[in-house]
């Protein structure tokens, strides 16, 4: 899977608002918090940039999929399943 940033980039502090209860529990389990916050944006992250790429290219893979369904596949003749 392609890293969707520089791992290596220059880590910058920033203040978060988090439910005190939640904090005490991961403190308890010794829950790496800064590493838990990245690991779940780059998921999200992940997850719109995909969405963004779906929505940028649909007219493309509707163009091609009609182009499909007409003329078929190079190799349509030269399959056997």
């Not at 790496?32 to 940039?49: D, F, G, M, P």
């Not at 779906?54 to 078929?72: D, L, P, Q, T, V």
């Given at each position: 899977?392609?890293?969707?940033?520089?791992?290596?980039?220059?880590?910058?502090?920033?203040?978060?608002?988090?439910?005190?209860?939640?904090?005490?529990?991961?403190?308890?389990?010794?829950?790496?918090?800064?590493?838990?916050?990245?690991?779940?944006?780059?998921?999200?992250?992940?997850?719109?940039?995909?969405?963004?790429?779906?929505?940028?290219?649909?007219?493309?893979?509707?163009?091609?999929?009609?182009?499909?369904?007409?003329?078929?596949?190079?190799s349509d003749?030269?399959?056997?399943?």
């Amino acid at each position: 899977m392609t890293a969707i940033y520089n791992k290596d980039a220059k880590k910058k502090a920033t203040n978060i608002s988090i439910n005190s209860e939640l904090l005490e529990k991961a403190k308890k389990y010794k829950i790496n918090i800064s590493a838990n916050v990245e690991k779940t944006l780059e998921e999200l992250i992940r997850q719109y940039e995909i969405q963004n790429w779906e929505k940028e290219n649909k007219e493309a893979i509707e163009s091609y999929n009609e182009r499909i369904a007409k003329n078929g596949v190079f190799s349509d003749a030269s399959r056997s399943f």
